[in-house]
């Protein structure tokens, strides 16, 4: 059989995989094979973190060495993570949209923007109680990457009327989380 199934051309894999009524059965299919890995890696479009060593180690060695295209959202919430994680995330999920650093104590200015320089179409971000991100910085990211369209700061308490409204006249929603 296992011969039989590299026979099989990669966009049937791929039409079968797609078809699958439980994305979580893609995590079944990722152990069989590089080939499978591969594959099940194209069709995911979100990631849930619970552990920043998975997510930092996992993004390196997903796929080995290409991009994960269809990743577009991750939430790392209360993990770990830190500027390592944010310059592989960056350089591995060039479409991301939407990422959830709520509570990431590691994360910093400089981890976030390596990570939109590649991150070209995020549009939305949750910097809450991340408390090494300060207002400039966030200010710098707003300014850096015009895709975005939603932030939650990381403090409210600094946040000032008339800086929500800069963001918005750059299309940019500040929401409090």
């Known amino acids: ?9 990669v966009e049937c894999w791929e039409l079968i995989f797609s078809r699958l009524h439980h994305k979580s059965d893609l995590e079944s299919f990722c152990m069989v094979s590089k080939q499978f890995l591969a594959l099940t890696n194209r069709l995911r479009i979100g990631l849930s973190v619970i552990d920043s ?7 390196k060695h997903i796929g080995k060495g290409a991009e ?3 990743l577009e959202v991750i939430s790392a919430a209360g993990s770990a993570l830190n500027d390592e994680g944010l310059v592989m995330i960056g350089s591995r999920c060039s479409r991301l ?3 959830n650093l709520e509570n990431c ?22 910097l809450k109680k991340c408390p090494q991100v300060s207002i400039n ?20 308490s600094a946040f000032t009327d008339s800086l929500r409204g800069f963001y918005l006249h750059h299309g940019c ?5």
């Open 173 to 177: 929603r500040v929401y409090s989380g």
């Open 1 to 9: 059989m296992a011969n039989r199934c590299k026979d099989l051309p």
């Open 97 to 99: 949209l939407k990422l």
């Open 68 to 70: 994960l295209p269809s």
């Open 105 to 126: 104590k590691g994360v910093t200015a400089e981890g976030l923007h390596a990570m939109v320089k590649n991150c070209r179409s995020l549009r939305e971000i949750n």
């Open 53 to 59: 060593t998975l997510l930092t180690h996992g993004i």
């Open 137 to 156: 910085s966030l200010n710098n990211l707003v300014f850096s990457c015009s895709s975005l369209r939603r932030v939650i700061p990381p403090c409210c």
